[in-house]
């Protein structure tokens, strides 16, 4: 059996914040221990006016903590909030026990599933960041990635404490990312000039993204019950059942409180999401929070410049949904493990588009075949028939108004 960390939890309620959302966050600091190997031994809450400003409880609190890691062999305290420099050496100094916060232990679980270039350098670009204004009181801690819990990095096997080395490492590694969102970016204008339609998959950690990604496309990739199962970003193509083709694009998954560090190191990958022409926005309607998980993934739709993207919200696990009501429209409740419904789902997806797209009907003769082809994959097709007395293929079906086939077809028309 794996020997795991011992854990012990910590989070504070502040009075009038709401009691649900509060549990809804420990539930989620469990689960994100969980993922990152860790076992939770014990749970610690307190109600306050207001976090303490150096020692984050009270001091009887901290004394009971004390305790608590001494009798139960605490290998490291998790505190729900991100913690300042200042608490984070206070707390240290007391507990005598590795301390770390809600950022780090989300830092540590991106280091581990990052596995693209990218990836790495996001998180370690991510990790630096934070550590920099961390360093002082921290010693031989902060010595080396790979310690345990919070501690570990796909970057150097080392980290000098020393500041100017920090920095040093920061601008290379932003040098090193700028040249790979020069090209991604180079990759979206080449996608935009050749008219490809970009459909995103969004959706809060754990909801079954990867899965319906993966049925949609019918490629492998890792499907997990476990948080940000899937960090680095992935694209491949997708026929919908009127012959219509398209690129979908997996992206990482949401949490409540997501760490400022990560979404600005992530920035270049959460582009893609802003440059979608559409949004399927995955929920799993079977948690009992997937309130709370939509309206944080729409609060980060917002900040992307995203929301007015047309989008489809899809509730997932319908299975094993108990008194559902949904929040978003258009939706669709499927079961991502269910065929039937993946068929339903790109039916769905057609509907929607079609409500943004114009309608037309063309007459093609049979040596156009180049204008019969590009119908038949660069729109919605929803009926085609052969007129014998004319001798022509008849098409009808949605066009997007910016694309130049649709200048095509409506010049033909005049």
């Known amino acids: 059996m794996e020997n795991k960390e011992r854990v012990l939890l910590a989070a504070c309620l502040i ?19 969980n993922t990152a190997k860790g076992h939770v031994v014990k749970t610690v809450t307190q109600k306050r006016s207001r976090i303490h400003p150096a020692i984050y409880f009270g001091e009887g609190k901290i004394e009971e903590i004390k305790a608590d890691v001494d009798a139960l062999n605490i290998d490291v305290v998790v505190f729900n909030d991100e ?19 809600r950022t780090q232990l989300i830092l540590d679980i991106f280091a581990q599933r990052a596995n693209t270039r990218e990836g790495k350098l996001q998180v370690e670009l991510a990790q630096m960041q934070y550590l920099l204004t961390r360093l002082h009181g921290k010693g031989a801690e902060l010595s080396r990635l790979g310690g345990g819990i919070g501690t570990r990095g796909p970057g150097e096997t080392k980290l000098e404490t020393d500041r100017r080395h920090i920095q040093r490492r920061i601008t290379e590694i932003k040098r090193h990312l700028a040249n790979v969102v020069n090209q991604r970016g180079h990759y979206r204008k080449r996608r935009k000039d050749n008219q490809v339609f970009q459909i995103a ?49 997996d992206t990482v998954g949401f949490i409540q409180d997501l760490p400022t560090t990560l979404v600005a190191a992530f920035r270049s990958t959460l582009e893609e999401v802003s440059e979608a022409d559409f949004i399927l926005h995955v929920v799993d309607g079977s948690n009992p929070n997937y309130h709370q998980h939509e309206k944080t993934v729409n609060q980060l739709l917002r900040e992307l410049n995203a929301d007015q993207i047309p989008t489809l919200t899809v509730y997932n696990k319908e299975d094993k949904m108990i008194d559902f009501v949904p929040n978003s429209y258009p939706f669709i409740k499927i079961s991502a493990l269910n065929e039937h419904d993946i068929d339903r789902l790109q039916t769905e997806i057609e509907k929607v588009i079609q409500t943004q797209w114009k309608y037309y009907q063309k007459k093609v003769n049979p040596d156009e075949g180049r204008l019969l082809n590009q119908l038949q994959n660069e729109t919605i097709v929803i009926g085609q028939t052969f007129d014998e007395h004319e001798n022509t293929f008849v098409l009808e079906g949605y066009v997007n108004p910016n694309h130049p086939v649709y200048q095509f077809i409506h010049e033909k028309e005049q």
């Open 15 to 33: 009075k009038g914040k709401n009691e649900d959302q509060f549990e809804t966050s420990v539930q989620e600091l469990h689960e994100l221990t």
């Open 201 to 249: 998959l969004v959706g809060y950690t754990n909801s079954g993204k990867s899965t319906i990604f993966n049925r949609l496309t019918s490629s492998e990739t890792l499907e997990e019950d476990q948080l940000f199962a899937t960090l680095d970003p992935l694209t491949r193509q997708i026929q919908l059942p009127g012959g219509f083709s398209a690129i979908i694009s």
């Open 83 to 101: 913690l300042s420099p200042g608490q984070l050496k206070n707390l240290t100094d007391h507990l005598q026990v590795r301390v770390i916060d």
